[in-house]
């Protein structure tokens, strides 16, 4: 089994993100017959979805992750749905990394008007409250990269008829940038790296059970 996982790096004025540290953790991290490649992307609208889906035809994962940074939510937020539009203003002030600013775009002109994450997002949330990690289901990714990313992903699924799962995780600032700026709430990042490490395992568990199923069916 193949896990393709992606972060991003830093934009506008935050100091770092916390989800490239996440990825480069995965390092350390070692489940039987499973193999995790880790991409990290750039922060504008075009390359983040270029890039992974470059990523996805070279690996052909059964699954893909996304990670992003959701300053000022305080949980661990798996999403559940992606929705057709590019809204830089609604999201963040700042432009994308090369200085764009979309506002009221579709990402696909052509596209659904949203798409659902194929990632066990209940099971996700679940496991990560069992280890009292703070995790909700959250139902708006955002207008900003993060949307335009995991709806990329989504669509390039549905437009090949991949079977990959897919979908997108967001995590709050960091205890390090919350020094930075005081009023957001936090994480240490060690709890955000486990997290990503329990999704991962629960992904790879139902998987494996739905795989099983559909032996046991046929
Ligand atoms: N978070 C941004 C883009 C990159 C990231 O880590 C977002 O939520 O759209």
Not at 28 to 36: Q, R, T, Y
Not at 66 to 76: D, H, S
Not at 115 to 143: C, D, K, M, W
Request: proline share 7%; charged share 20%; net charge negative.
């Amino acid at each position: 089994m193949k896990i393709l996982v992606s972060g991003f790096e830093p934009f506008s004025n935050y100091p770092v993100n916390p989800t490239g540290e996440l990825i480069a953790s995965l390092a350390g991290f070692a489940l039987e017959g499973v193999e995790i490649i880790t991409v990290l992307l750039p922060v504008n609208y075009d390359e983040c979805v270029e890039l992974i889906v470059e990523q996805m035809d070279r690996h052909r994962p059964d699954v893909v992750i996304c990670n992003g940074l959701y300053a000022g939510r305080t949980t661990i937020s798996v999403e559940r749905v992606a929705i057709n539009i590019k809204d830089t203003v609604a999201e963040e002030p700042i432009p994308d990394n090369k200085g764009r600013k979309p506002r009221d775009e579709k990402i696909d002109p052509h596209g659904p008007d949203g798409l659902f994450a194929t990632l066990p997002v209940r099971a996700i949330v679940n496991r990560l409250l069992e280890q009292h990690i703070p995790a909700t289901i959250s139902n708006t990714a955002g207008t900003y990269i993060c949307n335009n990313t995991m709806y990329g992903v989504l669509r390039y699924i549905q437009q090949k008829q991949l079977s990959a799962w897919a979908g997108f995780i967001h995590y709050p600032a960091s205890t390090r940038m919350s020094i930075w700026n005081p009023t957001w709430p936090s994480m240490e990042q060690e709890k955000m790296n486990m997290a990503l490490q329990l999704a991962i395992e629960t992904i790879v568990s139902e998987w494996k059970t739905y795989y099983s199923r559909e032996v046991t069916v046929r």
